[in-house]
């Protein structure tokens, strides 16, 4: 089955304290992206990557980190967690940029 | 500085009824748009989508309208279920930027039986 995994589905952890969101896709897809939903604000883009060893900032990059090591996974990082990071995070993939996004079913991450 | 925006946050349909739901762009660059579906506890399905070339796209009980002129999508459901409640999105993106997709803050759709 085609799909995007991403792990945790849920998180919770201290100010500062290290995380990694996994994301995983098995379509062979080159564009890879983290978003983020809040309320009243929608899904704002952090990062995206074009392809392996290519990332580029997106709306909201402060505080995160992507690597692109491999073709399918394209993991998320805080590195010093904030109470203000505390968000519903999803991580997609698509072929082209004329092709839709495949969404993950989210990591609900609380930062107290 | 919101691009894509969807100015009602939510809209109550009457099962059967059409279901309109509208979003507006401001950055003329803009050159192709996709509707997205939402559950609780589930990550954004794909809909329909719309290149710049072309006015209007229908996939079964689904049509998107674009205005180019007006910076304005509408996506109609005709007839509209109760399964159709969720929140749905608008989003855009620009050919010359890569893999940037900008989304609208969504609209909540509910379908009363």
Redo the contacts between chains.
């Keep these: 089955e085609a799909q995007?995994t991403q792990n945790p589905r849920y998180l919770i952890t201290v100010t500062g304290k290290k995380l990694t969101v996994t994301c995983s896709q098995n379509m062979n897809h080159e564009?890879m992206?983290w978003?983020r939903q809040d309320p009243?604000?929608?899904?704002?883009?952090i990062y995206?990557?074009?392809n392996v060893e290519v990332t580029?900032k997106?709306?909201v990059p402060e505080g995160y980190k992507v690597s692109r090591k491999e073709k399918r996974n394209f993991p998320l990082i805080l590195e010093s967690p904030s109470p203000n990071q505390t968000s519903l995070y999803?991580c997609?993939s698509?072929r082209d940029?004329?092709s839709?996004?495949?969404?993950?079913?989210?990591t609900r991450l609380t930062v107290t | 500085d919101q691009q894509v925006k969807q100015n009602s946050p939510s809209l109550s349909v009457q099962e059967g009824r059409i279901s309109i739901l509208n979003c507006d762009y401001t950055n003329s660059m803009f050159d192709y748009f996709l509707w997205y579906k939402k559950y609780p506890a589930e990550g954004p399905t794909f809909l329909i989508s719309i290149s710049s070339i072309k006015d209007k796209n229908e996939d079964g009980r689904f049509t998107v309208f674009l205005n180019k002129s007006a910076k304005h999508l509408s996506l109609h459901i005709v007839p509209s279920q109760p399964g159709d409640s969720a929140v749905y999105f608008c989003a855009a993106s620009a050919e010359s930027s890569g893999d940037k997709l900008t989304f609208g803050t969504g609209t909540r759709l509910a379908v009363r039986p």
Excluded at chain 1, 40 to 45: D, I, V
């Design positions: 995007v564009y992206s978003y009243g604000l929608g899904l704002r883009q995206y990557s074009m580029d997106g709306d999803f997609a698509r940029p004329n839709p996004l495949h969404f993950g079913n989210g």
